[in-house]
């Protein structure tokens, strides 16, 4: 064959197929040719071994702060809660779907007898029972609540086990998140399907915290713990979830009292 | 795509934003990687990484579930990189007029280019200048030609997924890939050093 030109050359050495081997054959005949492409496999080899700077072990999480504020919501339709669909690895195992139902059982039940955080007119024997089941429902939102401020507030004090140790083991209180995260989703849902916004908002924010915490690694830097601090701090979520505690307490040891008319529903949505 | 990759992709879209992170964390390097060989410098690599996981984040429904999200945000990356490179070639031409980009002798002998008095390879293979002789080289390609001949020879792009970030035809991006490697001949050839010079080679590299 005629000299391949210098295009089919650097095709060959891209490892293109076309005329692979009557350009093979040519090379071993041709040293002029051959040269040519040692020409062109030098150029690309520097370049190959062209140095770039390593960004660090830890980029991927660098990257994920500097992004992570400015990610608009993507809103889940609420039968992906409903079905577990999207969250299938947790919700599908057998034993989660006994403790969750049991749960879901109890909560149903005492959200159809009355919204959570609404005052239900106390005038028949009928809203008497409600009102019992309703203050059972309080205490189990209000006893969620208050373990979640407990994960919170632990997250907040977390330090090094010792000076010369440079990784936080949050271990303890990610697996915590991970167990609350569940009953927060049902707790949300169903206020949310009820229609008490209010609580389903401060429910939705406590979720991304503890989804936050939930999806950390079990040893942590200082300067990610920090990270987490922070956010947590920016949704302000600690004083919130004390704020709908402290009323879901008052209620469910006086339950004749009437409700805040504001109530919880003073509670503004942070989004971030 | 791998299986936790999947499911990343499946609980961002199913609402769980922070699911988001794994696919941010496992592929941000390698984003980062292609960012700095198409940009030439850690600040407008770094612009680009960002750039690129909120675009793969917004137009995540759009992403086939079969698809590979890692070459899918390398793509995006690589687009946005062509947009920013073409934004700072403009910027920087209206500063200063534009080096010598010529078109001229493209058909010419490659050979003839290298010049006699070519520094000794040794002396500068390997040395920080031959780094410098390189970056100045690809930045005289064009933002299509940086983007092709990365993608190709350091991505192991196809022409099609080359043709696609470029947004031309296979034909067009395959010349500009060829484009891309030649001026980058005639820049560099005389100062590295040919395998050949150092030991001999076989007909097959």
């Given at each position: 064959m005629k000299h391949p030109n210098e295009e089919e050359l650097i095709a060959y050495h891209g490892g293109?197929?076309?005329r692979r081997d009557v350009i093979a054959d040519h090379l071993s005949d041709c040293p002029e040719c051959r040269e040519e492409l040692e020409r062109i496999d030098a150029v690309l080899a520097a370049l190959g071994a062209m140095p770039i700077p390593e960004?660090?072990?830890d980029y991927g999480q660098r990257v994920w702060q500097q992004i992570a504020p400015r990610l608009p919501e993507k809103r889940a339709r609420w039968w992906n809660f409903a079905t577990g669909d999207g969250f299938t690895t947790g919700w599908l195992e057998p034993q989660r779907w006994v403790a969750v139902g049991a749960l879901a059982a109890v909560v149903i039940v005492a959200f159809q007898a009355g919204r959570i955080t609404k005052h239900v007119p106390p005038d028949s024997t009928l809203a008497d029972a409600s009102r019992v089941r309703e203050r059972v429902l309080i205490m189990a939102v209000g006893e969620h609540l208050g373990r979640s401020e407990m994960v919170l507030v632990e997250l907040g004090n977390?330090?090094?086990?010792?000076?010369?140790?440079?990784q936080v083991n949050i271990s303890s209180e990610r697996r915590r998140a991970e167990d609350l995260l569940e009953e927060n989703r049902l707790y949300r849902q169903t206020a949310l399907e009820q229609g008490d916004t209010a609580l389903a908002t401060v429910l939705d924010e406590l979720e991304r915290v503890l989804l936050d915490v939930a999806h950390s690694p079990g040893e942590v830097t200082p300067a990610q713990l920090e990270n987490i601090r922070q956010r947590i701090a920016s949704r302000g979520i600690l004083f919130k979830v004390r704020v709908v505690g402290q009323e879901l307490q008052q209620r469910s040891e006086s339950p004749a009292a009437p409700a805040n008319p504001n109530g919880s529903r003073k509670l503004e949505r942070n989004k971030t | 795509m791998g299986d936790s990759d999947a499911i990343a992709v499946e609980r961002t879209l199913a609402g769980?934003?922070?699911?988001f992170r794994v696919l941010v964390e496992r592929h941000s390097r390698n984003v980062f990687r292609l960012a700095y060989r198409m940009t030439g410098n850690q600040h407008d690599a770094e612009e680009v990484v960002q750039e690129a996981f909120l675009r793969a984040y917004q137009k995540l429904g759009q992403?086939?579930?079969?698809?590979n999200f890692g070459t899918w945000v390398y793509r995006i990356a690589a687009n946005y990189a062509i947009d920013r490179m073409r934004q700072r070639k403009s910027e920087d031409s209206q500063r200063e007029p534009t080096g010598r980009v010529s078109?001229?002798?493209?058909?010419?002998?490659?050979?003839?280019?290298?010049?006699?008095?070519?520094?000794s390879p040794e002396r500068l293979a390997q040395s920080e200048q031959l780094a410098v002789h390189m970056r100045r080289a690809l930045n005289e390609l064009t933002p299509a030609e940086r983007t092709a001949f990365v993608m190709r020879?350091?991505?192991?792009?196809?022409i099609e997924e080359i043709a696609e970030a470029l947004k031309s035809s296979t034909s067009a991006a395959k010349n500009t890939v060829f484009r891309s490697v030649q001026k980058l001949r005639r820049s560099l050839e005389p100062f590295v050093e040919r395998r050949g010079q150092a030991k001999a080679m076989g007909s097959e590299l």
């Open positions: 293109e197929v076309l960004p660090g072990e977390a330090e090094p086990a010792n000076g010369k140790q440079k | 769980d934003r922070d699911a992403f086939a579930a079969r698809a078109e001229d002798g493209i058909e010419r002998d490659p050979a003839s280019l290298v010049p006699d008095a070519a520094p020879h350091w991505g192991g792009s196809g």
